[in-house]
């Protein structure tokens, strides 16, 4: 079995975890390459006695072509695990080394029954859509976001008009702080914490969700995923932001953003030590009586 481990924000708190996952990947033979932010620290820090080769571009990592993908920190871990993964069908196994996640949602005191499942086929793998844009960004290859697109304002304090088309029929033009346009993925996100609902994984919708916008009657709406969506965005100043996940770039007002389902989707590894309905517990803190 050939394995890739992913590491981006890594801390001293965090070297037991590696060192376990690392010797449980050795431990059932795995041949291991290791991201190169990841490498440097396992050197620097890890009592592992071993060099592991790296990988630093989307080019490396398919050349390698891993059965899996392991990442180790949280869910913006595995955000920046896909843009080197992209449309490469390379399974994603994230393991959480900090607050609990929807994405990477193995607990860390897990890693060794995670192991052993995927050494074992003892999982599922869970597709999840992407989002796409045709508009041009600075990197073609990364026109794409596995949780949101989300358009804001930048340099001021004051409201944009984005206004919005789904299949070329005019919905509205929301005067607000910015606009989501959310995956399910991403519903658990920064869509949710706008007031956007919970979509479960596997459904086949997107929703938009206007952020702080000035008329309160304006709700998230929710649409089918084959739809096609065309925003157009005006305001005081000359650009406005447009984030693909964590990616930000500035584009200039009155340009067309055109979004629409992904070419391709990404997939997770589910085992039986993960679940969305119990990480959407946990997290949430749902079924607790706080009076008692």
């Known amino acids: 079995m050939k394995v890739a481990i992913f590491g981006n924000i890594i801390t001293p708190e965090t070297r037991p975890f590696i060192e376990t996952l690392h010797n449980e990947l050795l431990a059932i033979n795995a041949t291991i390459r290791v991201n190169q932010k990841l490498n440097y620290f396992i050197k620097d820090h890890c009592d592992l006695q071993l060099a592991f080769p790296d990988f630093s571009s989307h080019e490396e990592l398919v050349l390698f072509n891993p059965d899996f993908l392991i990442t180790i920190g949280g869910d913006g871990t595995i955000l920046d695990a896909v843009t080197i993964i992209r449309d490469s069908g390379i399974p994603i196994l994230g393991i959480n080394t900090g607050r609990l996640g929807f994405l990477s949602n193995v607990n860390k005191e897990k890693i060794t029954d995670a192991v052993a499942a995927l050494s074992q086929g003892n999982y599922t793998i869970d597709e999840r859509i992407v989002l796409e844009t045709d508009t041009k960004i600075q990197d073609s290859a990364l026109n794409f976001a596995l949780n949101e697109v989300t358009v804001s304002r930048?340099?001021?304090?004051?409201?944009?008009?984005?206004?919005?088309?789904?299949?070329?029929?005019?919905?509205?033009?929301?005067?607000?702080?910015?606009?989501?346009?959310?995956?399910?993925?991403?519903?658990?996100?920064?869509?949710?914490?706008?007031?956007?609902?919970?979509?479960?994984?596997?459904?086949?919708?997107?929703?938009?969700?206007?952020?702080?916008?000035?008329?309160?009657?304006?709700?998230?709406?929710?649409?089918?995923?084959?739809?096609?969506?065309?925003?157009?965005?005006?305001?005081?100043?000359?650009?406005?932001?447009?984030?693909?996940?964590?990616?930000?770039?500035?584009?200039?007002?009155?340009?067309?953003?055109?979004?629409?389902?992904?070419?391709?989707?990404?997939?997770?590894?589910?085992?039986?030590?993960?679940?969305f309905t119990e990480t959407l517990r946990n997290k949430l803190l749902w079924g607790l009586d706080r009076r008692n």
Request: proline share 6%; aromatic share 10%.
């Open 154 to 275: 930048k340099n001021t304090t004051a409201m944009i008009t984005i206004h919005t088309w789904i299949n070329d029929e005019y919905l509205n033009s929301y005067w607000a702080d910015g606009l989501i346009i959310s995956t399910p993925t991403g519903s658990t996100g920064y869509s949710l914490s706008c007031g956007g609902p919970i979509i479960m994984p596997g459904s086949e919708n997107f929703v938009i969700t206007p952020i702080a916008p000035h008329n309160l009657n304006v709700r998230p709406f929710v649409i089918p995923n084959n739809y096609k969506i065309r925003l157009k965005v005006e305001g005081r100043e000359e650009q406005f932001l447009v984030s693909l996940d964590s990616r930000i770039y500035a584009l200039n007002s009155g340009l067309d953003i055109n979004l629409q389902l992904g070419s391709f989707k990404i997939k997770m590894v589910k085992t039986e030590v993960q679940n």
